[in-house]
């Protein structure tokens, strides 16, 4: 079964919605995920060419995103990045309030 990029980004949207991500929107299959550019936990979601979604951490000494750290390829890496976007928030969050 191939992955249907537009039900995983639908999916992806949606969570980083529901867990405090602010929404950039690039393209079609191309979108941003931002908690003030803060460095590994802001990330860039790009579907490529190939039917899979690359995803891209922001490198704030850089100020651009990094190469792709992850590769979602089917809807179990949709539900495992789901869950990095919501542990990195969450962990974000501990150091702000230490």
């Known amino acids: ?3 249907s990029l537009k039900k995983a ?4 949207k949606n969570f980083a919605d529901e867990v405090g991500y602010t929404i950039e929107e690039i393209g ?3 979108i941003q995920l931002h ?18 979604i690359q995803c891209s951490q922001w490198d704030e000494h850089r100020e651009e ?3 792709a750290v992850y ?3 089917n809807v179990t890496d949709v539900i495992r ?12 969050a501990k150091r702000i309030e230490e």
């Open 28 to 30: 079609d299959y191309s």
């Open 71 to 73: 590769s979602i390829r």
């Open 35 to 52: 908690l003030e550019k803060f460095h590994g936990v802001d990330f860039e979601v790009v579907g490529n060419a190939s039917g899979y």
């Open 1 to 3: 079964m191939s992955l």
């Open 65 to 67: 995103y990094n190469r």
């Open 81 to 92: 990045f789901c869950s990095i976007l919501e542990n990195s928030e969450k962990l974000r």
């Open 9 to 12: 980004f639908w999916i992806i």
